[in-house]
């Protein structure tokens, strides 16, 4: 969801590719705070926003979990590998999410004060739970032949989610303060988000239709494509390195969330119903730490431990909890 608040005016003269990394980096910021101010303003939501909710979280969960580059700008010759490793769960009242992400990357100076980094991803979750009273309604269907919006049973949460994809960052030192090593990186992320039998089973218990039941699924694929601007700084600690840093994300292109419903005598989903799908896709604040161990050449991000779980209850209603735990190997 998105408010819009600024209108763009075309110049034949200029291009988004004519920008500068950091004047680039400052329209993601305007453009963010709109979208982010969308996401913290939800309105009252039923079963359908909150399973939303639970796999947009579950994506979220890969940017708090991503290899960030440092700001080591010493030039190197050839590649140089990047690995990392993480674990993450999120849920509601009565689904959770749970699965490992993994990245494998290289990064390389493009010049002596320039780095691009090239990740490849792969995250999947295993969606699981009990059972919850909440509303269901038609959501992203048309034609739906009961009495909703009602009151409903949901039970057997499930299902799998999977998230994969590309990125490209590229880190640059910026001068801020002369006693402190500043930079900041921007790149593009293109990500494939497929929901797997993503499902609930429910049974009515208000309305004209109390007792029927049936199931809702929200499986589907879809293309994402995110533009990402950040800023950190390295700092020693004892024989700590540590790189505090913040990165803002927002989608270029967001996903379709579809919806298949059965009841009975009908089975309906939204390209049957000549419905209009909802959109899945929000724009994302990275904050975190990652701490480089002493005499090895890993990193833990413990900062996104607190980053996600804070992001994802102040922007997705429902969720109750979130947590992450990543390890990056990067000589």
């Keep these: 969801m998105a408010i819009p608040l600024t209108r763009f005016t ?6 988004w590719a004519s920008l ?29 926003f909150l399973a939303e909710h639970l796999a947009e979280a579950a994506q979220d969960a890969r940017y708090f979990a991503m290899p960030w580059p440092g700001g080591n700008h010493a030039a190197r010759k050839g590649w140089r590998p990047v690995i990392s490793v993480a674990a993450s769960s999120s849920g ?45 309604s038609a959501y992203s269907l048309n034609g739906v032949p009961l009495d909703l919006p009602e009151t409903a049973l949901f039970t057997r949460p ?15 030192p910026l001068q ?37 039941t049936g199931f809702i699924d929200y499986s589907g694929s879809q293309l994402l494509v995110y533009a990402m601007a950040g800023l950190q700084t390295n700092m020693q600690w004892n024989q700590w390195q540590v790189t505090p840093r913040a990165v803002l994300g927002l989608p270029l292109k967001k996903g379709d969330f579809t ?5 009975p005598g009908f089975d309906l989903n939204t390209a049957s119903t000549d419905a209009t799908p909802h959109k899945i896709g929000d724009g994302f604040l990275y904050l975190g730490a990652s701490f480089r161990i002493p005499h090895t ?26 947590a992450i735990l990543s390890i990056t190997w990067r000589p």
């Design 92 to 136: 509601t009242d009565f689904a959770t999410t749970d699965g490992g992400l993994l990245t494998l990357g290289a990064s390389r100076s493009l010049s002596p004060r320039r780095n691009i980094d090239l990740l490849a991803y792969f995250d999947q979750f295993n969606v699981s739970g009990s059972s919850t009273d909440n509303v269901l």
């Design 176 to 212: 801020i303060r002369s006693d402190m090593d500043w930079s900041y990186t921007w790149g593009l992320s293109i990500e494939q988000l497929d929901l797997e039998n993503y499902r609930f089973d429910y049974r009515l218990t208000g309305g004209n239709d109390a007792g029927a």
């Design 259 to 263: 919806a298949r419903m059965t009841g």
């Design 20 to 48: 500068s990394p950091g004047r680039w980096a400052g329209v993601v910021l305007c453009l963010y705070a709109a979208n982010l101010w969308a996401a913290v303003t939800p309105p009252t939501e039923d079963i359908n």
């Design 297 to 322: 050449q890993l990193e833990m991000d413990l900062g996104a431990l607190l980053g996600y779980a804070l992001f994802e209850r102040l922007t997705h209603e429902g969720i109750q909890s979130a």
């Design 158 to 172: 499930r299902g799998r989610i999977t998230h994969s994809g590309l990125a490209a960052l590229i880190t640059s």
């Design 10 to 15: 075309h110049n034949p003269q200029s291009s």
